[in-house]
């Protein structure tokens, strides 16, 4: 199953029924379990499948968003956690309160892509500040023509990531300020698929997820260009422009997170890991990610090699860090 596969399947479907790589008849009796960010999933799944039909080890990719995937992790239920922000101190408490340990590897990067409906031709860019207008919390905003005066008088209908996703932690914390404060008459979805078809089919649509769902759907949708604060002109998402840091505050990193105890000593969970570090530039360019450099993985794999438990990120919410600044954080 390849990628582009995914919108006919439906994340739905495999948030009800976790998706089980068999391709090996002689498979062994090891399953590594993995759970989590729908972001991280695709990057996660062309590995899992790889690497499945080469050992035959057994992998179940499952979608529950960060969130949920976190809790499956640190109630020990899950090997390999995806992830599309950094473990919040919540979340470090209760792996601590259950004795999991966790080692924290960054795999990619990605940027949170605001999309219109094809007929939307008044909104080519949008500031952060009209961002926070129109998704703040108690924001009263119905139509385009709250947001701004040029733009017509065309009813708006929102469409974004349910509360257990990190797209919608880390969307509210860059844009409205705090992670999880946002307006709730909108359509919510773990199922980027959803979020795509509902942007699509509706003239006044918005909506956000990341970049590879756009880019897998783009003959449906316009990705919009977001100005910055203190900016004049909008940028678009990209590889180039997340890879220069231009694109902010929108650009993210992306993570998996091993048990540390379960994973770090465990064979297969190790030989998977390794597998996917080594694997990660080919495949995350195939999923439409944004791939670190030949060196930042060389970092990463250093830091998987030291077996370093805990997070560089301290439970704290971050936005705009750059790839450098990202890398930095596991050298030290």
């Known amino acids: 199953m390849k ?7 439906g994340l739905a479907a495999l948030v009800a029924s976790t998706l089980t790589f068999s391709f090996n008849i002689h498979a062994a009796d090891k399953t590594i379990s993995i759970d989590g960010s729908s972001s991280v999933y695709p990057i996660t799944e062309a590995v899992a499948e790889d690497f499945q039909k080469k ?12 969130g949920g995937g976190f809790k499956k992790f640190c109630r020990g239920e899950t090997m390999i956690s995806n992830a599309s922000r950094p473990i919040s101190k919540k979340e470090m408490d209760m792996c601590a309160e259950s004795g999991v340990t966790f080692i924290e590897l960054p795999i990619a990067y990605d940027a949170l892509t605001v999309v219109t ?7 080519k860019s949008i ?7 129109i998704w703040a919390s108690g924001s009263s905003v119905k139509s385009w023509k709250d947001v701004n005066p040029a733009w017509p008088n065309q009813p708006m209908k929102l469409f974004g990531p349910g509360a257990d996703s990190g797209t919608f932690d880390y969307f509210t914390e860059a844009i409205n300020g705090r ?15 959803v979020l795509v078809t509902g942007v699509s089919g509706d003239k006044g649509g918005l909506g956000y997820f990341g970049l590879a769902y756009y880019l897998e759907n783009k003959d449906k949708l316009n990705a919009v260009a977001i100005v910055a ?26 993570f998996i997170y091993v048990n540390g105890a379960k994973g770090a000593f465990d064979k297969d969970v190790k030989a998977f ?21 030949s060196t930042e993985y060389a970092a ?20 705009g860090l750059k790839i450098e600044d990202l890398i930095k954080r596991i050298k030290d």
């Open 229 to 254: 604060k203190d900016k004049t002109n909008g940028v678009l998402p990209s590889e180039a422009t997340v890879m220069d840091g231009t694109y902010q505050p929108l650009a993210r990193p992306l």
């Open 117 to 123: 409906n094809k007929a939307n031709d008044w909104a």
């Open 3 to 9: 990628y582009n596969k995914i919108n006919s399947l």
């Open 179 to 193: 992670a999880k404060s946002c307006r709730s008459d909108f359509t919510a979805s773990e199922d980027d698929n």
């Open 127 to 133: 500031t952060v500040a009209e961002l926070n207008k």
């Open 273 to 293: 890991v390794e597998y996917y570090i080594a694997n990660a530039p080919k495949l995350v360019k195939e999923v439409k990610y944004v791939p670190l450099t």
């Open 55 to 66: 050992t035959g080890t057994k992998v179940t990719v499952g979608v529950s968003g960060t």
């Open 300 to 319: 990463v794999s250093k830091h998987w090699q030291s077996k370093k438990s805990g997070s560089g990120f301290n439970g704290t919410a971050e936005v």
